[in-house]
């Protein structure tokens, strides 16, 4: 899937597109995307950090290094097979800290409730700030007729009453498995907030995602085209881009196309919305390579000594 959108991306620019693109690449101030980076890298430790306040209260504290190590490994094990990161984390801390598969599993599965609660809320936010544009590209998209409007939505209501009607009374597998799926959502975020230490995990939280903004923020100004979007923008630009991971493996192909749908709506021209997405996606790939491939390597030797004993 993401090797076909890398195609159609390319497909579409000319041969001038193209060398524009690269002399983006090699034009670039790229301290301004190690900047990025560097915040990309302070939120992974705070999301290390973080995990404690989740396995504390079941009797288990392990070691910093460890919890950081497992997560980078988590996001290099996305790159290949989406989600499987999660269980190779609570496999890493079930190896070498004694937690419980299953118990580490649980607590990340909480966190991730956190995570799905934190983006839904960057997304209200982006509607809010951006209101006027998101109507005005709606309107784009909907039936000049009024009435056409109106069925559409009427539609779309009817299929969510029928669908919520269904996953409350069916008996079939799938709809048994969403409803505990969603009931496991509704303890999880439960469970945030009688945590002990919930304040500092909700803070922890905040700061993680801060630092996901502040990490496209820093990057825009590596490139002139656009250097000049505002924070709204940015916000736009993060919650289509962190979207489009869920399409592909590590938003390969993906990302690059949704932050140059989002810049253009600000006036970014295609070319250089795409560059920039492409700055962005491969310097975070390339992080996440490098420190996951070394944490990957080094977790087994920082934890020789314990497994020798």
Known sequence: MGVFLIWISLSKLTDED?????????????????????????????????????????????????SAMAVIIAYLVNLGI??????SRAAALAEYEDVPFEKGFGTIVAERVADLVMYALFIL????????????ELAKKLPENPLHTVLILAVILTAAFLFFRALKKSKKPSFVKLRSFISGIIVGVKSIFTMKKKWAFILHTFFIWIMYILMLYAAKFAIPETAELSINAVLICFVIGTFSYAATNGGIGAYPIAIQSAAMLYGVSAVA???????????????????????????????KSKKSS
């Open 18 to 66: 193209i060398e524009s693109v690269k002399n983006s690449f090699k034009t670039a101030n790229y301290w301004w995307v190690l900047l990025s980076l560097l915040i990309g890298v302070l939120s992974h430790f705070s999301r290390a950090y973080r995990w404690k306040f989740m396995l504390e209260p079941l009797g288990y504290k392990p070691k910093f290094l460890n």
């Open 82 to 87: 989406p989600r499987a990161g999660e269980l």
């Open 125 to 136: 936010l982006a509607f809010l700030a951006q209101y006027d544009l998101i109507k005005n």
């Open 273 to 303: 919305g795409l560059s920039f997405g492409w700055i962005m996606w491969a310097s975070q790939t390339i992080m996440v390579l490098f420190f996951g491939g070394l944490s990957f390597l080094f977790l087994p030797l920082y934890n």
